[in-house]
């Protein structure tokens, strides 16, 4: 393995007494949910510290079946979501049908 391929990161997740992921809310942070007008595409576009932060609900949701989390626009959100019209839900469920096989080949830079 080349090390100077991979770099670490270290992320602590504070859990609820019920064991449930908990996220302060900063105002500081949002990202912008982009939907193809054909809906074919979705891009999720933020800062760095607001990318890092979605990257950590994601591996907190991770370790909760049948768990979820609204981010929208509103002051109590976890992160902001833009368009203010938007509810972003993020749900951990194994109910997801199985995809088979990939439609194409990914890009040469996501092979690594």
């Not at 989390?69 to 469920?93: R, Y």
Request: charged fraction near 30%.
């Amino acid at each position: 393995m080349d090390s100077s391929k991979y770099t670490e990161e270290r992320v602590v997740i504070e859990l609820t007494d019920q064991g449930y992921p908990y996220f302060a809310s900063d105002s500081k942070l949002s990202i912008e949910v982009r939907v193809a007008a054909d809906d074919s595409e979705v891009e999720i576009v933020g800062s760095s510290e607001s990318l890092r932060r979605l990257g950590e609900i994601l591996i907190g949701l991770s370790r909760c079946k049948d768990y979820h989390i609204h981010l929208d626009g509103s002051s109590e959100s976890v992160i902001a979501v833009t368009p203010v019209s938007t509810n972003l839900v993020i749900t951990n469920s194994d109910d997801l049908p199985v995809v088979d096989s990939r439609t194409s080949d990914p890009p040469d830079w996501a092979r690594g």
